[in-house]
């Protein structure tokens, strides 16, 4: 698996929370002449896009973080954010796909980013 195939797979696997009633926008950037070139290293500008989720409840959160763990034990990692009510992921110039590689510090910087967001609420 190469990196564009890493982040096909990982929509696929985004697409899959819609069965467990998770409310999510992929929203691709849409002004591309903002968007500074991609380097050999990163997946296509064409590609970059924001996944919004939506929280409705608590358990909203485990599904996107479980996703996240999974993801991130396939070595892909990104950039990420969120409040109260919604969860961020970024898949653009920081999306990462390392072939059997699992980033503990990425994974770790994540939990320290949902403690903070449950620490404004």
């Known amino acids: 698996m190469n990196k564009e195939d890493a ?4 929509i696929d696997r985004i697409l899959d929370l819609k069965n467990d009633d998770v409310d999510f926008k992929i929203i691709p950037y849409n002004n591309p002449n903002n968007i500074r070139d991609a380097t050999e290293n ?3 500008k064409k590609l970059w ?3 919004n989720f939506k929280i409705k409840e608590k358990s909203d959160i ?4 479980e996703l996240g763990d ?3 034990m396939c070595g892909i990692s ?3 954010g969120g409040c109260k009510n919604s969860r961020d992921w970024e898949f ?3 999306f990462e796909y390392k072939k059997g590689e699992e980033n503990w510090e990425w994974r770790t910087t994540r939990e320290d ?6 620490d404004m609420l």
């Not at 485990?62 to 973080?65: A, H, L, S, T």
């Not at 980013?113 to 449950?118: A, C, F, H, Q, T």
Request: proline share 3%.
């Open 7 to 10: 982040f096909y797979f990982a």
């Open 113 to 118: 980013v949902e403690k903070m967001i449950d």
């Open 70 to 72: 999974y993801l991130g």
């Open 49 to 51: 896009c924001r996944i």
């Open 78 to 80: 990104f950039d990420i």
């Open 92 to 94: 653009d110039w920081s």
């Open 42 to 44: 990163e997946i296509p």
């Open 62 to 65: 485990q599904k996107i973080n």
